[in-house]
Every structure is written in structure tokens, then in C-alpha cells.
């Protein structure tokens, strides 16, 4: 999950994530566990508007000072439940879930919304194999992949690859 | 390489070169060893124009096709050479390199260029190798990375992870 | 899953599998989804015996061929169900599961019976995910390793990668 | 590479690398840059003799407390060079390099020795392209894979997997 605990989500899995995506401009996001707000960011490229929601005031307030400094004005910090942020959301083009403890309700009021397209970032095999039951079950599984990156470092002028952890990218919508 | 035997390049792989490669509003870039112009389409998202590269007539011909559907009107096919083009080139902001024989020889010349932004594209572990050794040797590299990704197929309900071919990302410039 | 669709047990999850299972001289071993028999064989090597079990007729019969030409005599080839064997088994040292649908009871005769070492090779994202929290709930569960091998070819005298499906090998027991 | 920098070889890295090996009782075999012996203690379960080569005296000392500890008596521990020990050396069967700085020298004197399997671990990007450069020039080139392994870690009682640093693993010989 795209915890703080963790880190910002790493820049291969944000533009995968942000391929699988497909951000149109003018769309109206979700960014469900925001986190550091890296990935609000990059939807807030090309979508119309963006609410990141995270449950921790500490991810809010960190998310704040990243979104201020990348000069985003169209992106909504809101602190809180996404459950509750969604039973009064009025349309929902496009969301990405970095992390949630609610995801099986989250998924079925996305699915009832007939949300474009969703991306679920799940570092948890439980997770991903949670996020693709449901979205099968709702008919809005579309695909999940897995991807592993490593880096390379620099050893005494030669190269070793050290991998960061992989993580399951799951994706659908009403396509 | 991204070469027509090998199909167009993956979206993944696609998305994370592009991501490393950076593409500003009005850059001048060239793809070499364009292939099915599905990278040159990417940057034409973004760059002012393209210059993509190939010396095989039939990857001409596919890229024009689908170049026309996409569209782009700022990408220019080159059949031919690349180091040649290179020789007679105006400025050139990013390069992408999906395929060539003659990769030493292109990177100095990107390396005398200042060429902001290089990504290099490498399935053969000799070329990942080369690649790096050479941009390490001119100042010009970056980082590389290696990208496994496996995508999720169904088995009777469930789900399997079949792999596509791992690649490495290499990448630099004069940043 | 070790199924015949899908051909005998690599060498090297084979041997890494055997690795987890630290089979001892004069076990008793069941290998259950036994397909082709590749690791029934290879346990055969250590263990004092070998029951391999598969419900498809065809699978015993390709079994059969390949155990007589490893000239092993310290297998049985039990062509049926694994829950039915496990029912009038006596003591079983280790167990491998190349593939099973009823998984869940499975465990739970190994966990009944103290089995020392069992691991589970899973191909399914639900499988790995099934024998984990069970292997959890029962007290079982030592560990999991998700493993992806790419092997060589030679490409116009480079070197190109291909992957071979990725596989969870879950591991654990009574130890 | 096999360094005590790097702890010692991870047993999956190990398991697989013996499968390559393909040790065979009696066999005379010496590991390259033996570190802290564990690829030895394990090729001496099944080979003849070991001979445990590493320049560093430290990688001697840890190697001959562990080599005690595991009990084998098959194992000579040489600190020294490797190139100077196989000038002067007998007949060997199997060959195993976990790190050296004189790798295509020792592959040719294995050549040149008619070593059955050759089995080489390398973590930097460079090694592996020199391995397989060079055994292909001499003409005992096999086989290279990467192997990329992940282990699960509980998190809260759930299932994340965490990556070890990939590695190519180079086999070939006189076979």
C-alpha cells in the first residue's frame, strides 16, 4: 500500500499506475490513501480535478506541503474516510486505491458509480488477491500485473541491481 | 530492442521510458529504431516534434500507418540510418533508442549534442552492458533499471501470471 | 500447479522446492498432484519412500514411464484422490503439493498428522493466497517465496532472457 | 559475487546453483572466492573433495569455523589466488566461482582442464556479460538465467513479499 510508512509511491510503479489509468482531461479523481500525494499529483497533469483522501492527519499534512510545491490548484485534500467521502461523492471518473482497509465496500460503491477506470496498488498478496475477487464478482476486472524493478548501484564502477518491492497493479472499471 | 520481430513495445515498458525520458512541451526528439512507433507516438504526446528513425522499409510503412491513425501530425518517419541523420541534425532535446547496431557511435554523438534526456531500451544483456559501460565512459549516464513484468491471465476463475521478456531501461543525458 | 497441461516441474523451482523441504534419509514422503513425477523423483533420491498421488490416469501412466527409466523403486503410484489416501495414511514425514483443489483439507490432515515439512507450489495468485492463510490458521506456515527465473537464449550471438512463469513456493510444516 | 561483504550465497541462489552443478560422488570440485563456505559445505555433502579458494583471510577464518561446525572433512581451505592454485592443480570435476577479479583467466584454465561444469554467480550486470562472453569463446557456454527471488515478511498478518538482490547464475563445461 502506498503508506507513509513506506515511502512515496516509486516513479516506475506511479507511470505504470498512470498508464493503466488513462487519465482523460477534465476527469474527475479519486486518490483513495493518498499518502504523500505523489500519485495526485500526477493524475492533477491532466485530470480535471482530484480529491485525495488519506484517514492519517500526517499524510494530509504531508501531502499538503508536496502538492503546494508542485503548484497544483486542482487537487482536494480531504481527511478522512473514503467510504464516507464516496456515499456523498456526485460523479467519479477515474480511481486509484494506494491503500484502504475498506476495499471490498470501496470497490462495490466505485461499481455502482460506474467509475471509468480503477487502479489498485497492493504490496499485500491478501490484497491483490482480495481486490481481484471483487472486481471479478462486479464485473469490473479488467487486469492485474505484476512488476518487479530493480535499480542499478554503482559497485567500483560496475553495476548490481538492487530490486525495490514488487507490487500487484490491478485494474478495470466500466470500460 | 523494439523491433518488429518483437512486436511494439509493451505499455509498461513503455510508460516507465517515458517516465525516465522526461518529455518537455516543445522538445525535439528522435526515436531510433522506431519500429512500430508506438514510443514515437508516446512523446509525440508531448514534444514539439519527432524524428523517428528506421532502417527497415517495413518498419516505415507499419509506423506510418499507425502514426496516421494515432493522429500525430509533429512526427517525421526517417528511413535510414540513424548515425546519419545524427551527422546533418539541428538540436536534439531527448532520444529514445529501441533498436541499433551502432549504439556506441549514436551515444557519442547524443553525448557531443548535450542531448538533455536518453533512454535506451535493451533486451540482450551485451547491449544493457554496453550501454551503460559507454554512457559511464561519456558522463552521460543515469540509471538503469531492470523490469520484470508478468501479467494476469484466467484460469478457470482464477489467476496465473504469465511473464512478458524483461528489459533493461538505461538512462542519462546531459542533465 | 504441477499439472501435465503444464509439463513437468522446472529444474530450478524443482530445486528450490527440494531445498524448503530438506528431505532426510528414510522419510516418508507423499507428493501429491504428482504429474509427470519430476519431484517424486527427486526426492526419491533422499527419502526412505515415495507415495505420489494424481487423479488422472494419464499422469500415472507418464509417471510410471519416467520413474522406471530413473530406475527409482522406492515409489508408489497411487492414481486417485490425495484426501482419501490421507485418511488411512500412516506416519508422513514431508509432504509436496504440486497441486490439489481441495487444498484447505489437505492441510489440515498434514497439520493433524505433525507432518515435519510440506511445501506447496502455487501458479495461481488464489492458491498462494489459500495455503498461506490456512498454513497460518493451522500453526503451519514458515514462509513464502514468489520466484521468477528468466533463462537465456542466444539471439545472433547475444544473449536474450526469457522468463519462465513466476511461482509461489509456500512452505512450512511441524518443525 | 559469493563476498562476506554480502553475507552468504541465499539458499535459493544456492539450491539452484547446485542443480546447475550437477555434483556427482567423488567429484573434485573447488569453489572460487568461497566466502563463508556455504556453497562448499554444500557441494561436499555429494563431491569427493572441496577445495575452498579465497584470498581474504577473513572469508578463511569464518569458512573454516562454519566448515567445523557442519562437520565435513572433505573440504581443504586455501587462502590464496586462485589462478596460482589452478596452475598447479589436478584433475577437477566441477568448478564453482562466487567471486573473482581474474574471471577470464580462470575460465580459460578450466577450460584448458577439461572441467566437466562450470558454474558461475554474479551480481553485477558486468560479470555476467564477461561469464557468458567467455565461455562462449571457449566454447563451454550452457546456460544463463536470472533469478529473481522475493520473500514473504508478515505484516499485521498479512502476506508482503521482500526482494533479494537478483542474480545471474552462468553454468557450462565440457559436458
Redesign the interface.
Known amino acids: 500500500m502506498n503508506t507513509l510508512r513506506g515511502g512515496p509511491t516509486q516513479?516506475?510503479i506511479?507511470?505504470?499506475s498512470?498508464?493503466k489509468l488513462g487519465v482523460r482531461n477534465g476527469d474527475i479523481a479519486i486518490d483513495i490513501g493518498c499518502g504523500t500525494g505523489t500519485v495526485s499529483i500526477a493524475i492533477a497533469k491532466t485530470a480535471g480535478h482530484v480529491h485525495a483522501i488519506d484517514m492519517r492527519s500526517e499524510a494530509i499534512d504531508h501531502a499538503r506541503r508536496r502538492i503546494a510545491s508542485a503548484g497544483c490548484d486542482n487537487i482536494t485534500l480531504v481527511e478522512g474516510n473514503a467510504v464516507d467521502f464516496l456515499k456523498h461523492a456526485d460523479t467519479i471518473d477515474i480511481a486509484f486505491i494506494g491503500g484502504s482497509k475498506e476495499l471490498s465496500v470501496i470497490l462495490e460503491y466505485l461499481a455502482a458509480k460506474h467509475v471509468r477506470s480503477i487502479v489498485v496498488n497492493a504490496?499485500?498478496?491478501?490484497?491483490?488477491?482480495l481486490a481481484?475477487?471483487e472486481m471479478?464478482r462486479l464485473g469490473i476486472f479488467s487486469?492485474?500485473?505484476?512488476?518487479?524493478?530493480?535499480?542499478?548501484h554503482d559497485?567500483a564502477?560496475?553495476?548490481?541491481?538492487?530490486?525495490?518491492?514488487?507490487v500487484y497493479i490491478i485494474s478495470g472499471g466500466s470500460r
Request: charged share 20%.
Open positions: 516513479p516506475e506511479c507511470a505504470v498512470l498508464a504490496v499485500l498478496l491478501e490484497t491483490a488477491a481481484i475477487t471479478r487486469e492485474a500485473i505484476h512488476l518487479q524493478v530493480s535499480r542499478s559497485l564502477g560496475k553495476t548490481i541491481f538492487k530490486p525495490i518491492n514488487p
